[in-house]
């Protein structure tokens, strides 16, 4: 069972509709859709890619979705037609395999495109279609993160953290299995490229994800606060910046929301402020007034430190993960080589110490990311791998070769 609604029609079908011939049989499939984050502008350049083909997903917020997105024919699970479910859907993460293998593409589907970061790469698809998976990550909550999921998501609930715990090998061995059936891997990061190999035992190749590194300013002076942008959950480690602002006695601006919040409030001396979730414009102003921004986690590729140097704004970051990638140390930001608040206040107290970073410099570091580059890079490995059906394909905007890691 699934529903189908796009700008043109908003009606509910029991299955999927049949391909227009201008379709060409191509397939967009993501996990969810709750907010515009990475994932999403992902799936939304592949909807430039593919401006007709439909999506599959569990569940969407239509509130918080561009119309270049709900202009696609979009086919949700059943829990999109239940509120009360579709708000809890992280609940029902033990039974995420048996609502993904319930959702099945048309018959006519030739090729498919998933967007994935849980399990919809075990989507059903015929037999005769080429799969390939935009791997932002193996589930996170599967591979070496489990119990900073039970802390961010159960909230205390004995019988989710149970229900979870008895699921966790049967999840496991589920993504594993579909993990073989994709025939191939995109990763987002040499981070996530190293866990694909890991996890599945499969090879992959790296194009990072889209940064619109266009709109923001890098000329602008720069203020005495020192700015995180985050989901206020566990991992992502906010309580390190956070104490060690505490500790210097910084400035320090909080833009996110989450489950630590209360918690990391409690903690935080008077010069830190909590702004809560902001809009795109209060952030942009934010990352382009910032001392430096301040990102203690570890991410599999990480837009929010790209952002910051397309805003002109150094990064002092955990020296792990996609980070790694992206900031150049000594030019466009500094690294601290251990998660604890005496390594990150030895780093800021060394950067406060440095000459001026230059905003220059940071935004010429992550230029050359953004969107159309992302575009041109997914279009030439298609070509390159299935010269058969894609040689000739209609491109929407036709991009020249690269090289891809």
Not at 159 to 183: K, N, T
Request: glycine residues 6%; positive net charge; hydrophobic residues 40%.
């Amino acid at each position: 069972m699934s529903f189908s609604r796009s700008a043109h029609d908003s009606t509910q079908t029991g299955t999927p509709t049949p391909f227009a011939a201008k379709d060409h049989g191509i397939a967009l499939a993501h996990h969810w859709m709750e907010f515009f984050r990475g994932g999403e502008a992902v799936l939304d350049e592949f909807g430039r890619i593919f401006p007709t083909a439909p999506i599959f997903i569990l569940v969407f917020n239509e509130k918080n979705l561009p119309p270049s997105l709900l202009d696609h024919p979009i086919h949700a699970s059943v829990l999109q037609r239940w509120p009360w479910v579709k708000a809890r859907f992280r609940n029902l993460l033990p039974f995420f395999p048996e609502l993904v293998r319930s959702m099945r593409l048309p018959k006519e589907t030739r090729f498919v495109l998933t967007s994935d970061a849980s399990m919809m790469k075990g989507i059903s698809i015929p037999k005769q279609a080429i799969h390939v998976c935009y791997c932002h990550s193996p589930p996170r909550y599967l591979w070496g993160l489990e119990d900073s999921y039970l802390e961010s998501s159960s909230h205390g609930n004995r019988l989710g953290r149970w229900l979870f715990s008895a699921a966790l090998p049967r999840l496991r061995r589920f993504d594993r299995r579909v993990a073989q059936r994709v025939d191939r891997f995109i990763a987002n990061s040499r981070c996530v490229q190293a866990r694909i190999r890991r996890h599945y035992g499969r090879e992959s190749v790296v194009i990072h994800p889209p940064v619109n590194v266009e709109r923001f300013d890098p000329t602008r002076p720069r203020e005495d606060f020192y700015l995180v942008v985050s989901a206020l959950v566990p991992y992502k480690r906010v309580d390190l910046a956070v104490a060690a602002c505490t500790q210097l006695r910084r400035r320090l601006i909080v833009i996110g929301a989450g489950p630590e919040e209360a918690d990391l409030k409690r903690r935080a001396a008077p010069n830190v402020t909590f702004l809560g979730w902001q809009s795109d414009r209060v952030v942009q102003d934010h990352f382009e007034r910032c001392r430096a921004l301040l990102f203690p986690g570890i991410e599999d590729f990480g837009i929010t430190p790209c952002e910051a140097q397309a805003a002109g704004a150094p990064v002092i970051a955990f020296a792990e993960g996609g980070a790694t990638e992206t900031v150049k140390s000594g030019v466009t930001g500094l690294f601290f080589e251990a998660q604890t608040v005496d390594s990150m206040v030895k780093v800021m107290k060394r950067f406060e110490s440095m000459p001026t970073f230059s905003p220059l410099a940071c935004r010429a570091n992550v230029d050359h990311l953004g969107a159309a580059r992302f575009r041109q890079e997914v279009q030439a490995y298609l070509e390159t791998e299935y010269p058969g059906f894609f040689a000739d394909y209609p491109w929407p905007s036709r991009g020249s070769g690269v090289a891809l890691t």
